[in-house]
């Protein structure tokens, strides 16, 4: 499985953008899709996750301002992360993630700047 991320930029604080990860492979294997991040200095943390029949958690961080939401075809499924109302706390490396029975995959980085 192939994960391409792209989306990432610089926003003002309130801004909106959207995180797209373009997947590609053996994606009928994924059953679960997440998106995490990673701040300077810190941790990488789960931001949002949505499985093939489309439950999805989200962090509290996040809850309210994110949505996470994916397109399922083949050969490519593509899942979103809408970002609105957008802090400097949001400032992250953000990764797209999938998990498939034993295996998980990552993409590369978008880096997301929320800055005025």
């Known amino acids: 499985v192939q994960l391409q991320a792209s989306g990432g930029g610089l926003v003002q604080p309130g801004g909106s953008l959207r995180l797209s990860c373009a997947a590609s492979g053996s994606i009928f294997s994924i059953n679960t899709f997440g998106w995490y991040r990673q701040a300077p200095g810190k941790q990488r943390e789960l931001v949002a996750t949505i499985t093939r029949g489309g439950t999805t958690t989200y962090a509290d961080s996040v809850k309210d301002r994110f949505t996470i939401s994916r397109v399922n075809a083949y050969p490519k499924s593509t899942v979103y992360l809408q970002m609105n109302s957008l802090k400097v706390d949001d400032t992250a490396d953000y990764y797209c993630?999938?998990?498939?029975?034993?295996?998980?995959?990552w993409g590369q980085g978008t880096q997301v700047t929320v800055s005025s």
């Open positions: 993630n999938a998990v498939g029975g034993a295996m998980i995959y």
